[in-house]
């Protein structure tokens, strides 16, 4: 059993900072990409930025240069640092991870619970 468990979010107002955090945990063999998508409200979910596992990172170019990913190997986590929000940012954020686990070596996509993030003065 694997699970991405999500922690951060909530209410900020317009130009503050909030960071996100998911944890990976369970039978995990090996975590290949990690990344952070958004939906925002009646819209589709898309894709804010991912990370290797050597540390390369890919953004959206909606949010370069304001929002920062990393990642704790050892610790199976993935951060998203987020700063200068604005009210489009306002979206449900989920943590992925491509991985494999003890029991299927076939790499899958996970995803965490989903955090609301909400930026409104």
């Known amino acids: 059993q694997v699970q991405l468990v999500q922690s951060g979010g909530g209410l900020v107002q317009p130009g503050g900072s909030l960071r996100l955090s998911c944890a990976a945990s369970?039978?995990?063999?090996?975590?290949?990409?990690m990344g952070w998508y958004r939906q925002p409200p009646g819209k589709q979910r898309e894709l804010v930025a991912t990370i290797t596992s050597g540390g390369n990172t890919a953004y959206a170019d909606s949010v370069k240069g304001r929002f920062t990913i990393s990642r704790d190997n050892a610790k199976k986590t993935v951060n998203l640092q987020m700063n200068s929000l604005k009210p489009v940012d306002t979206a449900v954020y989920y943590c992925?991870?491509?991985?494999?686990?003890?029991?299927?070596?076939?790499?899958?996509?996970?995803w965490g619970q989903g955090t609301q993030v909400t930026v409104s003065s």
């Open positions: 369970g039978s995990i063999f090996s975590i290949g990409v």
């Open positions: 992925n991870a491509r991985l494999t686990t003890t029991t299927n070596l076939m790499p899958n996509d996970y």
